[in-house]
């Protein structure tokens, strides 16, 4: 059993399952559009001593599917389970109803990837599967191809625990989408609580709080005895890991070029701020990738990078929220 799939290949694995899941239900939506409806960009900063690597970060919000659903009119969609055979029940219920389903994984589960490295919150779609082979049928992110994945790996896949993620089965699977009659507020509100979630956040751990943190504490990480994979994870989450480049702030400035379609008044210049900041998001990332491979730890101009995004993030973030007001008066234009 499966679902007519319908997949292009992305940059990010929750906004190419999300596309995907449009798609298949008629709307001719960008990967951009999509991760910028949920909000997507974050921080998160976290301390796992005992843990490999004891050093964190993320550069999305953990909410973007979510938010995403919230906004299209399906308020609550996720699903979890408290038992492993009732999600895999309920999963092949779903796909039996030709229903595509974008589940939250950790990809050291999944055989395709075969990774060394726990990363939990991994999305992918799921088409279909084959009863006899008792494998599912996914596609995944930046591949083409259609992937088989055992049940047996599928369930630990979806039910595992980690420091940052608890996966319970957690599935989306809308049984329609429609087009909202009025994107323009939607994208507004999106750009603005996006910002807002960033630089207004209370929390230690998240936020531009936490960034302008992690630059005064990564001066110390060379007493970290895992210092070098803290830097090179780092790096990848940043640059490799499934962000398009950047800290996926390139694949949120081709969503701000998009959103003046909609929003006149947005003009160009927050996507060209949020690309220089990709740029030094990027200058970071491979900073950190050399004091990796480097003989001592100096963390010095990894600091000095932090610095330079803070500041181009927070200018880009209050700028937004200086337009706000103009944004929703020119909603409907």
Excluded at 7 to 17: I, L, M
Excluded at 23 to 33: I, M
């Amino acid at each position: 059993m499966r679902a007519k799939i319908k997949h292009y290949p992305g940059r990010h694995c929750a906004s190419t399952a999300l596309r995907n899941l449009v798609n298949y239900h008629g709307l001719r939506w960008s990967e951009a559009l999509c991760f910028g409806l949920g909000a997507g960009l974050g921080f998160w900063l976290m301390d796992f001593p005992g843990a490999s690597p004891s050093r964190f970060i993320q550069v999305r919000c953990a909410s973007l599917e979510e938010q995403f659903f919230q906004r299209m009119g399906c308020p609550g969609l996720q699903r979890k389970f408290a038992d492993p055979a009732e999600g895999e029940k309920e999963l092949l219920a779903l796909l039996d109803r030709g229903l595509p389903v974008l589940a939250l994984t950790d990809l050291y589960y999944l055989p395709y990837f075969n990774s060394k490295t726990h990363f939990p919150g991994h999305a992918i779609t799921i088409w279909g599967y084959d009863r006899k082979k008792e494998v599912f049928l996914v596609t995944d992110t930046e591949r083409e191809e259609i992937l088989e994945v055992s049940f047996a790996q599928m369930r630990r896949a979806r039910f595992c625990r980690g420091p940052f993620f608890e996966l319970e089965g957690n599935l989306y699977a809308p049984q329609g989408l429609a087009e909202p009659e009025d994107m323009a507020p939607l994208i507004a509100g999106a750009i603005a609580a996006n910002s807002r979630a960033l630089l207004e956040s209370s929390a230690s751990f998240q936020g531009m709080a936490a960034l302008s943190r992690w630059g005064e504490e990564i001066r110390r990480w060379g007493s970290l005895p895992d210092w070098r994979w803290a830097a090179r994870f780092c790096y990848q989450v940043i640059e490799r890991r499934g962000t398009g480049g950047g800290g996926f702030r390139f694949l949120y400035a081709d969503f701000l070029k998009e959103a003046v379609n909609y929003l006149p008044r947005l003009g160009l210049t927050p996507a060209e701020m949020m690309e220089e900041a990709g740029r030094a998001w990027q200058k970071l990332a491979y900073t950190l990738k050399e004091i990796s491979q480097g003989e001592a730890p100096d963390f010095s101009p990894a600091a000095a990078d932090i610095a330079a995004v803070y500041e181009l993030e927070t200018a880009y973030h209050r700028r937004i929220l200086e337009l706000e007001l103009d944004l929703e008066a020119g909603a409907g234009e």
